[in-house]
């Protein structure tokens, strides 16, 4: 099965994509992105690992559905393309980087740059219909994002998972805590953040001493 993800990902992934869960998978949106208003545009699905390759992979960022607002998806959790109106979640994580790290926050809600500084934002489910929040789960992108992050945890070391929200500390069980630095907190959403464990969290910081201990270069958040 060809699938248009970054070569550095094929070796690892290949198996997935010949399991016959993902065939279904696919049959299910190539028929909704032929018959339906699906998020982010076909060609940016696998953008969060066109990105970031599996070498420089450092950190990883978990999040649960792509965007289902127009033009906000570009294929990377909590991104939004340049220009969108910056989501309430993203919000409160440049909030969160300016109280930890001093740094302005961005006019840009996109996250290309961390992206390419090795950090994958990795949502659960890569797909969704336009104004339909959790429509294409349970369709195999969760299997699929679950061996993403096994096969992390397995073939590398020093890792940073940043898990946020139940949803995300559930779908990390699997990560080796032996071998990766793994940070909890609430979800930034304004109707977790808000109410203790998220803001405070000091996540950004505590990513970078780490990686700064490994030898590894931080990420400039």
């Known amino acids: 099965m060809n699938v248009q993800i970054a070569e550095s990902w094929k070796p690892y992934l290949q198996p997935e994509f010949e399991k016959p869960y993902f065939g279904d998978l696919v049959s299910f949106i190539k028929n909704e992105y032929a018959t339906q ?27 649960q559905d792509p965007y289902h607002g127009p033009n906000q998806a570009n294929g990377m959790a909590f991104s ?22 001093g740094k302005p926050i961005p006019k840009s809600g996109d996250l290309t740059r961390w992206a390419d500084q090795g950090v994958l934002l990795l949502n659960s489910t890569l797909t969704v219909r336009e104004g339909q ?28 998972f940043l898990l946020w929200g139940a949803y995300a500390q559930k779908k990390g069980a699997v990560i080796s805590p032996d071998k990766h630095l793994i940070l909890k907190a609430k979800h930034p959403s304004p109707m977790s953040a808000n109410y203790g464990g998220w803001f405070g969290c000091k996540h950004f910081s505590q ?15």
């Open 133 to 160: 929040a959790g429509s294409h789960q349970g369709k195999g992108w969760e299997t699929f994002t679950d061996a993403v992050i096994r096969i992390l945890s397995e073939e590398k070391e020093n890792l940073v």
């Open 80 to 101: 939004v393309n340049e220009g969108i109106r910056t989501p309430p979640s993203l919000v409160n994580i440049f909030k969160e980087i300016k109280d930890d790290l």
């Open 37 to 63: 208003r699906v998020y982010p545009p076909g060609k940016l699905m696998f953008n969060a690992f066109n990105h970031c390759s599996f070498e420089d992979t450092k950190v990883v960022i978990l999040g």
């Open 207 to 221: 990513t970078n001493t780490y990686l700064h201990s490994k030898g590894l270069p931080e990420i400039d958040w």
